[in-house]
């Protein structure tokens, strides 16, 4: 006897005891349905036209999914090409507060007049006031 000849048999054996037990559920269904009571087949009718009347609801999910990761995909994307830099020229009043958290009497009236030392930093050198007058 061939070692592979035990599980074929085995397997058609359980083939056939299938399908006698879905044989034999059919049979014990179809007579059972053939005795129903007309109450109870009035409310399995009733139930039946209920369950067909009520609007199936689409189910989204195969939608969200995709869409939710298509748009961590994005936003990956923008953290890692674009990150947060620092502006090149940061503004005079930056640093303002840690700057009169530890300052004397000076710095804090130079913090309190930042637009003014904004507006000397944006003036003509006087060497190079002299040059452009002088050329004119």
Excluded: C
Excluded at 35 to 55: F, K, M, N, Q
Excluded at 99 to 115: I, R, Y
């Amino acid at each position: 006897m061939k070692p592979d000849a035990t599980p074929e048999f085995d397997k058609n054996h359980a083939d056939r005891a299938a399908a006698s037990l879905a044989a034999h559920a059919h049979a014990l269904f179809a007579s059972a349905s053939e005795h129903i009571d007309g109450d109870t087949l009035r409310r399995l009718r009733a139930a039946r036209v209920a369950a067909l009347s009520v609007p199936r609801r689409r189910n989204l999910l195969p939608v969200l999914v995709p869409a939710g990761a298509l748009a961590a995909a994005a936003l990956a994307l923008a953290v890692v090409w674009h990150p947060l830099r620092a502006p090149a020229s940061a503004p005079a009043t930056a640093g303002a507060g840690a700057l009169l958290a530890s300052a004397d009497s000076s710095e804090v009236d130079m913090a309190q007049n930042l637009d003014f030392y904004d507006w000397l930093a944006t003036q003509p050198q006087p060497a190079q006031a002299a040059q452009a007058t002088s050329v004119q």
